[in-house]
């Protein structure tokens, strides 16, 4: 048995000379090994280096995931890297490690893309649900975007604590909440969708108008001066109302700026926030009206 006192030429004489081949292998196989598992390592150090970005978002007093590429970019290439490495012949030696690693890294892939989703759903539906005409007319999605309303801002106000990606993503269950938080937001959409489209057939000169326009008059129904900027689009001959004090319309006034007087005038107020209602009015009012 060799100790610290043997000899090169020691070894020599112990005719391991024969065994050469055996050994070529064995060295091999561990250089081997040991590449995947500096390669294994290298990851994770890579990882202990990278941290999400925040920003805060309008009046919400929230803050928002931001700046994801770079980071997207690394996992892609680190999850191609772990897929290549499990494949090797020589990973048995630590394939636990390589595969809670795996799992890791999948997990990451699972919350960014729910994260972004619910982000963008939420930015998108937040200024809507806002308004307290939206939530009272369509109630039941009302309540729910309440709820992910609740629980996206405990997942953001958790988020931010510490920046570390893979910290940030050991928060118990999110990748659950974030994802029953998508279900909901899809059921929202469609509701809203279905909401516009009832707008729609009542007075399909809202056709005219995109989803962002008409939610831009239906979000503000006690305040008909919202719809001005939308009425060329929905009448060909409107170009703007004249309201009074009261915010009664006592003209129409065409491109040309020719002012018609209405002999009788319309109270949008009476329509109690059926902003189709009064605006059903103006098309046939004129031939009642004097110059």
Not at 20 to 44: D, G, V
Not at 153 to 161: D, F, T
């Given at each position: 048995?060799?100790?610290?006192?043997?000899?090169?030429?020691?070894?020599?004489?112990?005719?391991?000379?024969?065994?050469?081949?055996?050994?070529?292998?064995?060295?091999?196989?561990?250089?081997?090994?040991?590449?995947?598992?500096?390669?294994?390592?290298?990851?994770?150090?890579?990882?202990?280096?990278?941290?999400?970005?925040?920003?805060?978002?309008?009046?919400?007093?929230?803050?928002?995931?931001?700046?994801?590429?770079?980071?997207?970019?690394?996992?892609?290439?680190?999850?191609?890297?772990?897929?290549?490495?499990?494949?090797?012949?020589?990973?048995?030696?630590?394939?636990?490690?390589?595969s809670a690693w795996e799992s890791k890294l999948w997990l990451m892939q699972n919350i960014l893309e729910s994260w972004l989703r619910v982000q963008m759903a939420w930015l998108y539906l937040e200024p809507?649900?806002?308004?307290?005409?939206?939530?009272?007319?369509?109630?039941?999605?009302?309540?729910?975007?309440?709820?992910?309303?609740?629980?996206?801002r405990l997942i953001m106000r958790e988020s931010v604590k510490g920046a570390n990606a893979m910290q940030v993503i050991s928060q118990p269950q999110m990748l659950d909440k974030l994802r029953e938080a998508?279900?909901?937001?899809?059921?929202?959409?469609?509701?809203?969708?279905?909401?516009?489209?009832?707008?729609?057939?009542?007075?399909?000169?809202?056709?005219?108008?995109?989803?962002?326009?008409?939610?831009?008059?239906?979000?503000?129904?006690?305040?008909?001066?919202?719809?001005?900027?939308?009425?060329?689009?929905?009448?060909?001959?409107?170009?703007?109302?004249?309201?009074?004090?009261?915010?009664?319309?006592?003209?129409?006034?065409?491109?040309?700026?020719?002012?018609?007087?209405?002999?009788?005038?319309?109270?949008?107020?009476?329509?109690?926030?059926?902003?189709?209602?009064?605006?059903?009015?103006?098309?046939?009012?004129?031939?009642?009206?004097?110059?």
């Amino acid at each position: 048995m060799p100790h610290e006192s043997t000899t090169l030429m020691d070894v020599m004489q112990l005719g391991l000379e024969k065994y050469l081949e055996n050994l070529n292998h064995i060295s091999s196989q561990a250089s081997k090994e040991y590449a995947l598992e500096k390669a294994l390592s290298k990851m994770e150090e890579d990882w202990d280096e990278v941290n999400f970005t925040y920003i805060s978002y309008k009046y919400t007093g929230v803050k928002i995931l931001a700046a994801v590429d770079d980071i997207q970019v690394l996992l892609e290439d680190h999850i191609v890297k772990t897929t290549t490495m499990k494949g090797s012949p020589f990973i048995a030696s630590f394939e636990k490690e390589i595969s809670a690693w795996e799992s890791k890294l999948w997990l990451m892939q699972n919350i960014l893309e729910s994260w972004l989703r619910v982000q963008m759903a939420w930015l998108y539906l937040e200024p809507i649900f806002s308004s307290e005409d939206i939530h009272n007319q369509i109630p039941e999605q009302g309540k729910m975007f309440d709820v992910v309303d609740t629980n996206w801002r405990l997942i953001m106000r958790e988020s931010v604590k510490g920046a570390n990606a893979m910290q940030v993503i050991s928060q118990p269950q999110m990748l659950d909440k974030l994802r029953e938080a998508e279900s909901l937001l899809d059921d929202i959409q469609k509701g809203l969708n279905e909401y516009l489209e009832k707008k729609r057939l009542f007075f399909p000169r809202f056709f005219f108008l995109s989803n962002d326009e008409l939610l831009e008059i239906l979000s503000e129904t006690k305040d008909p001066l919202r719809v001005q900027p939308h009425l060329k689009k929905c009448f060909e001959g409107i170009a703007q109302l004249t309201f009074n004090a009261h915010k009664e319309i006592t003209h129409i006034e065409s491109a040309e700026g020719e002012k018609v007087e209405l002999v009788t005038r319309i109270i949008p107020a009476k329509a109690k926030d059926l902003v189709e209602k009064w605006l059903y009015e103006p098309q046939h009012r004129p031939s009642e009206a004097s110059s």
